[in-house]
């Protein structure tokens, strides 16, 4: 690994070399890079020995993480996040907003059955307004423009992101975007995935732990020259190693179960997004027709 002559002196900095050098680190250090990637406000705002509770790794192993990348320890290294925090004018953290969320429901005691819906909707609720810090404007423009300038979509997420992925083709399609669903019908996504090219862009949805089939479908497109748009949850994911744009979404967890609103509402939005953007450029087209 190359040695780091100066520390990086923003938030989008640390990020940028962390993803650059993941690889490089030892098991240890990976596991440090991926809670700090996932959780920057916790990092940025918490002890280290809190930190350290959180995300299960030691203290020095972060102590370490932090000399790996260039600053001196940890303290340094939490006052470059913590800048970038109060720069964003962020007043509560999403992690702690869930943590004060799950512990007034526990406060409340189970309830029975109806209280389910008071949690997974209070879960999702943060999920969703997570989604518009972790997904920029400019992200989702440049996310629509791939999707205007392919000549085919094909649509692959498996396991649990398989019903996002369905709704994404089957709403592309319903919009006149030329999609191919990539199902894994009886074991056929290499097949289905075969005709892809460098005109053709994959959007591939998948989170911890990773599809096998949907990183081997990034993998297949990488390799054809097509563009790659990764749905995902962290910035190494192995869908974000590959991809030309990649969209962060983290959906809510209760009970041990996954919501998936959050993913949707960016589907969604992605879709309503071509069609306006379809729209809007076909009525300049008009007008510049009358005008001429």
């Known amino acids: 690994m190359d040695e780091i002559t100066s520390p990086p002196q923003t938030a989008d900095k640390l990020r940028e070399l ?46 370490r993480f932090a000399k790996a990348v260039g600053f ?54 943060l999920a969703l307004q997570n989604l518009r810090q972790t997904v920029s404007h400019d992200e989702l423009t440049k996310a629509i423009g791939l999707i205007q300038a392919a000549d085919t979509l094909y649509v692959i997420g498996m396991r649990r992101s398989f019903p996002v992925a369905a709704y994404i083709a089957y709403s592309f399609l319903r919009v006149g975007k030329r999609s191919v669903f990539v199902d894994n019908a009886g074991g056929l996504a290499e097949q289905q995935l075969q005709p892809i090219c460098s005109t053709d862009l994959l959007i591939a949805i998948s989170d911890h732990p990773y599809a096998s089939e949907t990183v081997q479908a ?38 041990a179960f996954r919501s998936l609103s959050a993913s949707i509402c960016l589907a969604q939005t992605l879709v309503i997004g071509l069609a306006f953007e379809n729209e809007r450029n076909a009525g300049a087209v008009h007008k510049r027709s009358k005008q001429a």
Request: zero cysteines.
């Open 18 to 63: 962390i993803v650059s050098r993941y690889d490089g680190f030892s098991k240890r250090l990976q596991h440090v890079a991926r809670y700090l990637l996932d959780h920057p406000d916790d990092v940025a705002l918490e002890t280290l020995m809190v930190i350290a509770e959180r995300s299960g790794a030691q203290p020095s192993a972060i102590v």
């Open 72 to 125: 001196t320890g940890a303290s340094p290294m939490q006052r470059v996040l913590r800048d970038s925090l109060l720069a964003n004018h962020s007043t509560l953290r999403y992690g702690e907003r869930v943590r004060h969320v799950n512990a007034s429901l526990d406060a409340n005691g189970a309830g029975g059955v109806g209280h389910l819906l008071d949690e997974f909707s209070a879960g999702d609720i």
């Open 218 to 255: 990034v993998e297949t497109a990488v390799a054809a020259k097509a563009k790659v748009l990764a749905i995902t949850d962290s910035l190494i994911s192995p869908l974000a190693r590959g991809a030309d744009q990649v969209l962060l979404v983290r959906d809510s967890e209760v009970r």
